[in-house]
């Protein structure tokens, strides 16, 4: 079964992540388009306060709570969205402002099972390596099993 998270760098510019989930398109797309979906699982399970406005032009912050008392906070803007195949928002995390990369998720559906592809593109090499050096592909998998078992409760 394909329920891992595949990582690569097609470019000097791009994170690119594949999983596959078991659930239908709509409901992964609704997983992250609705805040009482995001805040069970975005933050690798931890608790996060979610602030959306889902509409292109809108805007979002995530708070994640991790265990050991620290905060995180993220946010972004919507630029495009194409429900229930696409989404493309800005991505900032607070810790380092004014590094605002570009997320472009990608949904497609095959016999009930939706992969979602996310290809992350920033402005430089340098940004996109501190990224990667940064553990984000651990985070993104804790987050992606999270809502791996999110969706299970829902279907």
Known sequence: MSDDLTVTL??????KMVRVFDAPRELVFEAHAKSEHLKHWWGRGNPVDCEMDFRP?????????APDGQQYAFR???REIQVPERIVQTFEFEGMPGHVCVETLELTEESGKTTVTSVTRFDTKEERDGMVSSGMEGGARESYDALAAYLAKLS
């Open 76 to 78: 972004g803007e919507y």
């Open 10 to 15: 097609p470019s000097d510019l791009e994170i």
């Open 57 to 65: 032009g809108g805007t979002y912050r995530f708070i994640e709570h």
